[in-house]
């Protein structure tokens, strides 16, 4: 897979299901015009896909109850902002339902099949293109000052808060009207689902409607012909995606909070009848529930979740009635070597989108007893050329099990080594197509990919390991994936770098410093090399710092990596984005200007306009661009 090849890395959204019809938005990067286009999909039972829509973007498609609409969001250009658009199942013209100056969210649709549910960031008069009470309309610089009091003012990939609020919305498609928000400009809210009878939308949103900063979340209850809402349900800590049973009770993922922080919780299954508190249908310890894939969905007499399990995100169900049961007490619809990124239901049928070592992500409809793969989007990457993932297994120092994948290069070799860390931590590289290790393969690297402890899927003891521990036992496990990777015939152990992203970053740069004799070179993007200033700068470092580090300067110096910049002699290069608001700028240039001081070899490679999410959904030519000049790097210290 060359750099340019991202044009091929065709990737499937969530379905929609009901009956015969089975939609999906489908997306790609064009360098042409710098953008993402996509279309809405009809995927075929008997297998195969048609276009069905034809938008520069069409995407999240939301079948009615009835069957007889489908309502999307359509982005008319390649700066336009999504809005939401109506359009008859049997064919016909796309209505457009919304014009919101910053887009609108996905559609849920009322039991009714008229009125559609939706958030969308509602922004403030004479701010961010929106004509101020005197009509006058300010270019982003000639906006009036933000005043900020609270921890919680802005988000990366988004930017200030208090003046753009998320806030619920419900429209009627059949009686067009002017929108108004549900819910005030006091708490983002998120995630909306109807009742069963139609009154009511829940929303996620900040414990107490965000009075005070917290990272606690719960469920409340918006009337949908207006009202105040009202608390629904009350978590144990956080509420990340929800659904409504027939009956009333509420199922949603969320993870427990013991105190005011989180520290690294399993995201669990938790059920939630009326009047009653919320109990945890999985295991703390053995289940991460992968909200990311969608909502909890009742399935015959259990619920059906994704549970992300050693890189497998699978689709397994959860009883409704007794103990919290733990992973392996969870039947396996949809599993094996895969990582399920969405899914739906219609009755005793799901529709998923799923990614393999093969694939970006294709559909595949579970029913009758078989399990059927209906597209084949990534067959020209395979064209291309694929690279298998094998399984790398390793013992730690103090004897713990290490899990990861090694991507070999076509050839004998011997091959020069990339070891490239994941972000985090408590986040996991998967059995998915990674299109990383396969430009990186193609290129002439064997790329070895570890779950270090810190990483999420093997247990929440082994998430929080490095709680109060970063650099310690994650990196001694990363050094013995490395070492059980360079045992196997055709890698040259004399030519091995370094490289990661955000936490990634950080373990890149610590390794450089601690045990910069294992490598040629280091590559070090969106990091975090300083905690002192991250507790400041970055827009979750008020909690993050605490959780991972501690309040105390001299613990946040001493695992601070730009602490020990002047034990780093290899060449060194930082990436870093103008606009990343969660590991900020300012993290890459303090190192440079240390490891520059101190006369290491470093160059710093700064992208306008991007945010921390660069390397996955950054702007399609600066994504080759990064590629470019990884690969020039490591040609220059490992060729």
């Not at 009322?110 to 559609?116: G, K, Y």
């Not at 809402?229 to 049973?245: C, I, W």
């Not at 989180?262 to 249908?281: F, H, K, Q, T, Y």
């Not at 689709?315 to 619809?333: H, Q, S, Y």
């Amino acid at each position: 897979m060359r750099p340019s090849d991202i044009e091929l890395l065709t990737v499937p959204g969530k379905p929609a299901l009901h009956g015969d019809l089975l939609l999906a938005g489908v997306s790609a990067p064009r360098l042409r015009g710098n953008a993402y286009r996509g279309s809405l999909w009809r995927v075929q039972p008997e297998g195969g896909a048609l276009a069905w829509t034809h938008g520069e973007r069409d995407l999240a498609p939301a079948i009615s109850p009835d069957g007889r609409w489908i309502a999307f969001l359509r982005s008319a250009g390649a700066q336009a902002k999504p809005q939401l658009y109506v359009m008859p199942a049997d064919g016909g013209d796309a209505r457009p339902l919304t014009d919101l100056p910053l887009g609108a969210g996905e559609p849920v649709w009322a039991p009714d099949s008229c009125r559609i549910a939706f958030t969308a960031r509602f922004p403030d008069p004479g701010r961010h293109g929106v004509p101020s009470v005197e009509g006058e309309t300010f270019e982003p610089d000639e906006e009036a000052p933000r005043r900020i009091t609270r921890f919680d003012y802005h988000l990366d990939d988004i930017g200030y808060l208090a003046d753009r609020r998320e806030r619920l919305f419900v429209l009627d498609t059949t009686q067009p009207a002017e929108l108004t928000p549900l819910t005030d400009d006091r708490a983002d809210v998120s995630s909306p689902v109807w009742t069963p009878d139609g009154e009511t939308v829940l929303v996620v949103a900040p414990r107490d409607w965000g009075a005070v900063e917290t990272e606690k979340s719960d469920l409340y209850a918006v009337p949908a012909g207006g009202g105040d809402p009202v608390l629904a349900v009350r978590s144990a800590g956080t509420v990340e995606k929800a659904a409504v049973a027939p009956d009333g009770t509420v199922l949603f993922i969320g993870a427990e909070i013991s105190g005011e922080r989180m520290e690294v919780r399993n995201p669990g299954l938790w059920s939630a009848a009326a009047g009653e508190e919320p109990r945890r249908l999985t295991e703390a310890e053995s289940v991460y529930c992968v909200s990311g894939a969608g909502a909890p969905a009742v399935f015959g007499d259990e619920v059906l979740v994704a549970v992300l399990d050693r890189g497998a995100v699978e689709l397994r169900t959860v009883p409704r009635d007794g103990e919290a049961a733990p992973l392996d007490k969870l039947p396996v619809v949809l599993g094996g070597q895969v990582a399920v990124r969405a899914f739906v239901t219609d009755g005793d049928r799901i529709a998923a989108t799923v990614a393999s070592p093969g694939s970006a992500g294709e559909v595949v409809l579970v029913g009758d007893g078989a399990e059927r793969v209906l597209t084949d989007w990534s067959k020209p990457l395979r064209e291309q050329g694929i690279q298998p993932a094998e399984e790398l297994a390793a013992t730690a120092p103090d004897g713990y099990p290490v899990h990861g994948w090694l991507v070999r290069p076509p050839g004998e070799g011997p091959h020069p080594v990339l070891l490239v860390v994941h972000g985090g931590p408590f986040a996991a590289y998967d059995w998915g197509l990674f299109d990383e290790a396969q430009v990186y393969a193609a290129a002439g690297y064997a790329v070895v990919l570890g779950n270090p402890r810190g990483s999420a899927g093997y247990g929440e003891s082994h998430g929080r390991a490095i709680v109060r521990g970063m650099g310690t036992v994650d990196a001694d496990d990363l050094l013995a994936l490395l070492d059980a990777a360079l045992d196997r015939p055709g890698l040259d152990a004399g030519r091995v770098g370094v490289m990661g992203g955000s936490y990634g970053g950080f373990m890149t740069t610590w390794l450089a410093g601690h045990h910069g004799e294992r490598f040629r070179a280091a590559w070090s993007e969106r990091a975090v090399n300083a905690w002192d200033s991250m507790l400041g700068s970055s827009d979750i470092g008020w909690t993050f710092v605490d959780e991972y580090i501690g309040p105390d300067l001299v613990t946040q110096l001493d695992r601070s990596p730009l602490t020990y910049a002047g034990r780093i002699r290899i060449p060194f290069a930082i990436a870093h984005s103008e606009r990343d608001w969660r590991c900020p700028i300012e993290q890459a240039q303090r190192l440079f200007v240390a490891l520059k001081r101190g006369g290491t070899e470093v160059e710093m490679l700064i992208f306008p306009g991007e945010g921390h999410e660069l390397s996955r959904s950054g702007r399609p030519r600066h994504r080759v661009q990064r590629f470019e000049a990884i690969l020039g790097w490591w040609s220059r210290h490992l060729r």
